[in-house]
């Protein structure tokens, strides 16, 4: 039986039900929030309120896209599951050096020291810390993904150097990797890099791809296994909608099975709870309308949002996932 690992203990991946597969339900301070203080999403109040609303739509499952030390906090995920009833996946991992500045512990460890706190993340538990100070304490509440970024066209030496500890962590966990794509950009580079370091293509999601509207880019990658996260579909705009003309080009090619959806929405400016918009009802409310009035499919849509999320999101074993001290926090 394949498995996903939610912050509430490990379920059948084919129970996941409607996946959200890229948000930030919670940002919690640090670099980014000191950075952009539209980013701090830390009331719990108002973002279970903003879940329970998608939850009535059918909202099942969302993967939170927060890597380490940059405002990821485990314990409040772990809340906002079991006070709303949605499964919430968190990811350990690394973002861009934007998000941490020149000096960060990520600059000085070794590609072996990243992979093994990675691994601990997944397997022993996301440090009540996130990694911010000298002292570790892991929490009851695990990782469930592997989030790292590459640089527009391609990999930086650092991103390199987190590409390698990521993939290393996958190969001793089977844990799926999630990617940023800046700009959309660079997904061919990066499974390059991924396959070079043993992952194959199915085990990655490759997140942002649609803000590069270009099927033959998105056929590529697609084609060689991995699968695409769209989180462009409200940011259109008056112009046509990206998102939708990618839906539909690759549905009709058969490639629909390699797509997941997400809103990507960091912001409180985008959160119904803070006045906002569209909130986390878009995606299974007017967003699924629009793909209604594309001629994307009842059985179409289901895939977008249960079936490719449940092998996407899915560890690459059982034995993997299924690890000594795994239990339900629920």
Not at 33 to 42: G, I, S, W
């Amino acid at each position: 039986m394949s498995v996903a690992r939610t912050v509430l203990g490990d379920v059948p991946a084919a129970d996941l039900g409607p996946t959200y597969a890229h948000e930030h339900l919670v940002i919690d301070g640090g670099r980014p929030v000191e950075m952009h203080p539209d980013f701090l999403l830390a009331d719990v109040d108002r973002l279970a309120a903003e879940l329970e609303e998608a939850r009535a739509l059918g909202l099942a499952t969302v993967v939170d896209a927060m890597p380490a030390d940059a405002g990821r906090n485990a314990g409040l995920l772990a809340e906002l599951s079991r006070r709303s009833g949605v499964n919430v996946i968190a990811v350990t991992g690394l973002h861009h050096a934007r998000y941490y500045g020149p000096s960060h512990w990520s600059e000085r460890l070794s590609v072996d020291e990243l992979a093994a706190l990675f691994v601990a993340d997944l397997e022993e538990g996301v440090d009540a810390n996130d990694y911010s100070g000298p002292v570790v304490r892991r929490t009851p509440f695990r990782a469930g993904a592997i989030k790292v970024a590459g640089s527009e066209g391609g990999l930086s030496a650092r991103d390199r150097r987190l590409f390698e500890a990521a993939a290393a962590a996958h190969l001793r966990t089977g844990a799926p990797i999630l990617t940023h794509c800046e700009d959309g950009t660079g997904g061919v580079e990066q499974l390059a890099a991924l396959a070079g370091f043993g992952v194959a293509p199915a085990a990655v999601i490759l997140s942002h791809v649609d803000k590069v509207v270009d099927l033959g880019y998105h056929a590529e990658l697609a084609g060689a296994g991995a699968t695409l996260e769209y989180d462009q579909s409200f940011r259109w705009g008056d112009r046509e909608n990206g998102t939708v003309t990618l839906l539909v080009a690759m549905i009709a090619r058969g490639l629909g099975d390699r797509i997941v959806l997400g809103n990507d929405a960091a912001r409180q400016r985008y959160y119904r709870a803070w006045g906002g918009g569209p909130g986390l009802v878009w995606l299974l409310g007017e967003f699924s309308a629009r793909m209604v009035d594309a001629g994307i499919g009842e059985e179409a849509r289901h895939d977008l949002f249960v079936t490719n999320p449940a092998r996407a999101f899915a560890f690459a074993s059982a034995d993997a996932a299924v690890t000594a001290g795994t239990g339900s926090e629920r």
